[in-house]
């Protein structure tokens, strides 16, 4: 469609969430669910996007700007109906097809969307309402049929309907397409004399059909798409929606998920086929994971990039790299900036931050590993501690390849082992060790012999 303007409504305080986080921040998996909102409005080529905030809006604003582009905003100080809010948004709503969706209705799809305008521009109209049939209509705005001649002609809110009305299971689902001279000319005569003393955005559908303009409703199959979010039940079904959408996309993809409801997968991440995630998985950002991985049980996966054949086991894993054939866990944890290369183990209890672990390097336990550079084939003996950090500064271990670290090594950056170099188990090394060589940096062992006899004597 051309000339799409999408403006998002997003004003509320959404009092019955119970919360100090505003409503639309709350999160569906990885992201605030009016992101989701944002995104389909690109999705379906909006040219632009105005979100109206209100309550407290701006860390509404702020965490918006952080995590979208190309977003404007309209600021509704009070929060006086969604027609109010509309108002708010000024020249924006001058021009072109005006989509109206609520920021708490992340679930909308874009294939759903695409119909309904489609429907519009056929049909001529100056508004469509997209409307859904429920069981319960409770608390909805209903669609109402003119008697005379079959067609829509208003939407009352439950609050002003008529017990004949409050029947009526056809309801507004809070989205419509207005062409842009048909909203700005009903807002124009829009009033407050309701129940709430509100500007209802769903009067001006009366004003519209009054004014001898086309009017209709499409009615959408999927009522889920629709499910508003008021507190923090829905906000859990709304979750278990979603997350059922994006493994049964995956799983049709070809990636096995032995448990989907107990695995959560945000919608921009990649696997690969025949990549196995097992229960408890939790995988978010813009994670991207290859083929024939094993991932999990338990495992935490934030903005990493993981390549074919590698296995992670029960480990947390934040903006970190590995190649293929590599191994993690159970029970590691790799840091920003880890990148670690082909045929990697990286075992139990062992943490990386800031380095780079070059192929067929071995750290299988109780390991810390920061700021530094990690050749190839090296060994880590159990118990190695890089101290990268003197209190104010962050230096860097180099260890080049081959390199042998013995247990319970303390190495003291900046510090550089070289390739093929052994440091002694138990050593804390200060000073750079040739290549090659062994370093002890210990006290050699005496033994007194005899002395528990003496003691035990006295
Ligand atoms: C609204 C519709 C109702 C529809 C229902 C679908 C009106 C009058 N009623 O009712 O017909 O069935 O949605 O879910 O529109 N908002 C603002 N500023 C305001 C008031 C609301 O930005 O002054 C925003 C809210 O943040 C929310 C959205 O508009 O995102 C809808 O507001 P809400 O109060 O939830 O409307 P409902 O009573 O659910
Ligand atoms: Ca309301």
Redesign the pocket.
Known sequence: MNDLKVVI????QGTRMKSDVPKVLHKILDKPMVEYVIGVSKEVGAKEVCV?V?HQSAMVKSIIKDRCDDVSFAL?KE????G??LMQTGDFINSGNILVL???TPLIKAETLKVFMDYHEKEGNAVTVMSMCVEDPT???RIVIDQKNGSFSK?V?EKDANAEEKKIKE????VYIFKAEALCEALSKLQNNNAQN?Y???DTVEIIANSGKNVSAYMSMDPNEFM?INNKLQLSNAIAVMRDRINTRLMLDGVTITDPASTYIGSDVKIERDTIIYPGCMIEGNTQIGKSCIIGPNTKITSSKIDDCVTILNSVLDRAEIKGYSSVGPFAYLRPDSKIGEHVKIGDFVEVKNSNIDDGTKVSHLTYIGDSDVGKCVNFGCGTVTVNYDGKTKNRCKIGDGAFIGCNTNLVAPVEIEARAYTAAGSTITQNVPEDSLAIARNRQENKEGWRKKNDNE
């Open positions: 409504l997003a004003a509320g109206v209100g509704q929060q006086l109906g969604t109010h809010a609520c920021g708490d608390g909805y705005g939407i809110e309801v507004n689902t809070g509100e209802y955005l769903t508003g």
